[in-house]
DNA sequence: AACATCACG
DNA sequence: ACGTACGTGATGTTT
């Protein structure tokens, strides 16, 4: 460890607030340091160090390995971590493995080609050992690249940046940042051994291990010292039952999910892609000759406000973004959508165009070649009210709501023909929330008498005798009042959504108010509460911190309380989905099934079943989902079985 | 890297 | 008078 950092003067996160200024407001997390000088200077501040001493120590005999087993059982809990040639866990290669479960300390045990999976196994008495807690900063990670050497990794486990998630869920958390945080220490950078991230990023396969060692006991070093940090702050009331019975189980349920994969009809994806491509091209043509303007680039949202704003002038007061260009999205050209067909064509051109590129051309790029399927990767510290997200391939954004969309969830199919896809989702989670925590008796009523509550809603606020009565322009002005009510949304963004006047949406928001008086007093005491502790928080005390309510701003202060409203909202929708998931899956290793559960879409999870076990899961499913949670208003599942994503939903 | 757009819940 | 519905990720363009 070197004696001095520094660390940048403007050190920038996000927006123009410090880390420190982050952390400080509303008590949050403090800074601890052990730095013992701090120096200002012009280019940063300069922190000495107190000298470190640390012992890293390479392993790469098998005596060496003997003796640190040795050591290993013998701890309650070992920080770890992997070191491969790759960030994809199933092309990933193990090239070593280091250990720590004391400060300034650290072992690296070198795993070459010729001898990985050997050599991983000498430690499956550490990694089996029930009694050791595994420590590790992105756990999943690393237990993907131990059991890919067939050693399932058991015990407690706790992971470094999910636990600084729950601290301070809309921070940044990867290990060298929290480091220069937390510990006043800046580590050595991967790109200090590997070279900046690129195409000349080199691998690690092609590094002495000699030279690794230091680097991966660092990190392991690190992870023990984050743990010491982080672990005083887990135990506290409101996040131990959080972390432990939630976060941390989830880890392996979205592991296997992620091994899991799913099955991806390539070929008709290729075929929809000529298609596709045929109408992009028809289109494009019909668009440039109505425009009378052939050189311009029609994906360049730039060059087509120009045309249509500039050359056609079918806008006298064209809409600008923030950044002083026509706007042209969606919502700016379906109002225009009367001045000129054009706009129709621009439209279907941009949703063709937006299938084909995202879905139809990338996904089939993605199937792993190993498991030819698809595997999407679950991050669980990215979304600030508790969500989980999905990326490479986002597969918590595949299109349904078009006919051409509906194509594309179609070729997400069962594993073979002893398989069906079975699609489980909540109906109206975020509602039930709100009925509950509010205590609202008339919308838990609703639920509970099993009404449509949209229509039952349209019922009450336009004060239609029965429900069988509502007409659907009714039902849907209903609908969007409960949608809108969950994002905090005003009497003008009802008037905008509905293409009615503000005063008929003040009117109908007014009588909503009437029906369902405790969800309007809930809302303010959302805000109050924000107001009064600096944070909101969801059922299973989740928090979002919210330092913008107390601006003088009046914008940004509007924005702090639609977030205290609907943190909370999506937040327990969100625990409540995730203690599903453990639960299913918990009961699906009991009942010993072969189908597998592989996504999940916010509050919908999705399984390959096998057909003999058609029945079995089906008990599980509604039964675990249906009950996750006592909130005192029923939660209900709505399931199918298919050939494929689509027909299942 | 930032912006604009649009796919989903 | 202000702006106006929450949460994400991927793509193509522009700087």
């Not at 493995?97 to 050599?119: A, C, D, H, L």
């Not at 409203?565 to 009961?587: R, W, Y």
């Amino acid at each position: 460890m070197g004696e001095e950092i520094i660390i940048p003067a403007q050190r920038v996160l996000s927006g123009n607030a410090t880390a420190d200024d982050q952390l400080d407001l509303f008590g949050g997390p403090k800074i601890v340091t052990d730095a013992i000088e701090e120096k200002e200077t012009k280019s940063g501040t300069i922190l000495t160090i107190a000298d470190t001493k640390s012992s890293y120590i390479f392993v790469d005999t098998s005596s060496g390995r003997k003796e640190l087993l040795n050591k290993l059982i013998n701890q309650k809990s070992v920080c770890f971590d992997t070191e491969t040639t790759d960030l994809d866990g199933v092309h990933a290669e193990i090239v070593g493995m280091s250990f720590s479960f004391e400060k300034n300390s650290g072992y690296f045990v070198s795993t070459p080609p010729e001898s990985r999976k050997e050599i991983v196994q000498e430690f499956k008495s550490f990694f089996e050992n029930e009694a050791i807690e595994k420590v590790a900063h992105n756990i999943k990670y690393d237990l993907k690249i131990i059991e890919k050497y067939g050693v399932k990794v058991k015990g407690q486990l706790f992971d470094t940046m999910i636990a600084h998630y729950l601290i301070t869920p809309e921070g940044k958390h990867n290990m060298d940042y929290l480091s220069e945080l937390y510990l006043n220490y800046r580590p050595v950078s991967i790109e200090t051994l590997i070279g900046k991230k690129g195409k000349t990023q080199g691998s690690m396969a092609d590094l002495d291990p000699k030279d690794i060692s230091d680097y991966a006991c660092e990190d392991a070093d690190i992870t023990f010292q984050l743990k010491q940090k982080f672990a005083p702050e887990i135990e506290k009331e409101h996040l131990k039952k959080l972390f432990y019975e939630i976060e941390m189980p989830l880890v392996s349920v979205l592991q296997d999910m992620e091994t899991e994969g799913i099955n991806l009809d390539v070929e008709a994806l290729k075929k929809y892609s000529v298609e596709l491509e045929t109408d992009i091209v028809e289109l494009e043509k019909q668009v440039k000759e109505m425009a009378g303007v052939q050189d311009f680039n029609l994906d360049s949202p730039k060059q087509l406000g120009e045309v249509l704003f500039d050359h056609l002038k079918i806008d006298a007061k064209a809409k600008k973004t923030k950044t002083g260009q026509y706007s042209t999205s969606e919502d700016t050209l379906t109002k225009l959508e009367a001045n000129n067909p054009i706009v129709r064509l621009i439209l279907n051109y941009r949703s063709l165009r937006k299938l084909k590129s995202t879905y139809v051309d990338s996904l089939p790029d993605l199937v792993n070649k190993k498991t030819g399927r698809v595997h999407t990767s679950y991050m669980q510290t990215i979304a600030a009210t508790g969500r989980l997200s999905s990326n490479n391939p986002n597969l918590q954004n595949i299109p349904i709501r078009t006919e051409k969309g509906r194509e594309i969830r179609k070729a997400f199919i069962k594993r073979n023909n002893d398989y069906c896809i079975l699609s489980a989702d909540y109906s109206q989670i975020e509602l039930r929330v709100i009925a509950a925590v509010s205590n609202d008796e008339n919308m838990i009523e609703a639920f509970r008498s099993g009404h449509d509550i949209h229509a039952a809603t349209a019922a009450k606020v336009f004060h239609v005798d029965k429900i069988e009565n509502v007409t659907k322009d009714q039902r849907s002005a209903a609908k969007a009042v409960n949608f809108g009510i969950i994002y905090g949304q005003s009497a003008f963004g009802l008037s905008q959504n509905l293409g009615i006047s503000r005063t008929e949406a003040k009117e109908i928001i007014d009588s909503y108010w009437l029906q369902y008086p405790k969800i309007k007093q809930y809302l303010s005491d959302s805000v109050q509460f924000a107001r009064e502790h600096g944070y909101v928080e969801t059922i299973m005390k989740r928090r979002r911190y919210l330092p913008d309510i107390q601006s003088a701003n009046a914008i940004v202060r509007g924005f702090a309380e639609r977030n205290a409203v609907n943190a909370p909202i999506q937040g327990s929708a969100a625990d409540i989905v995730k203690i599903a998931m453990i639960h299913v899956h918990d009961e699906m290793k009991k009942q010993n099934v072969k189908s597998k559960m592989l996504l999940q879409v916010h509050d919908e999870l999705v399984f390959d079943v096998l057909l003999s076990e058609k029945e079995i899961m089906t008990k599980i499913v509604k039964d675990k989902m249906e009950n996750a949670v006592s909130i005192g208003v029923p939660l209900v599942i709505d399931y199918n079985f298919g050939d494929n994503w689509l027909e299942a939903h």
